[in-house]
């Protein structure tokens, strides 16, 4: 059972660092096409109209965003009942209880003591 939760603590810490690793790089990379975006506007209009547009895209992009995640998709499931156990996940599937009941099962073979490949005499 500790290994199960040290496993899924080291999971949750490789995604935190992977997403924050792909996060700077998005950042980084909005900062160069924001550059990009500035020279390619200043070229053929003044400076206040590239930054007029540039503003509107970024206030746009943001808003859409902010209602896209401000959107309520998932309903509180009354308590004690199978069925709202299933509703917790998203869409209704079962793969996280199939996941914790293959990581229990795994956990029990190791717990045996018998290791892969040999016999009992």
Known sequence: MIALIEARIALAARRAAYGTA???MILVGCGFLTAAAWIALA???????????IGAVYVGLGLLILGVTSRRRYRVP????????AE?????????AAVQA???GVSAGMS???SRG???R
């Open 102 to 104: 293959f990581f229990v």
């Open 88 to 96: 917790t996940t998203p869409r209704g599937d079962m793969l996280p």
């Open 118 to 120: 040999r016999r009992r």
């Open 22 to 24: 792909a996060l700077a």
């Open 43 to 53: 070229r053929t209009t003044d400076a206040l109209t590239a930054a007029l547009v």
């Open 112 to 114: 045996t003591g018998r």
């Open 78 to 85: 009354a308590r004690g009942t199978t069925a709202a156990a």
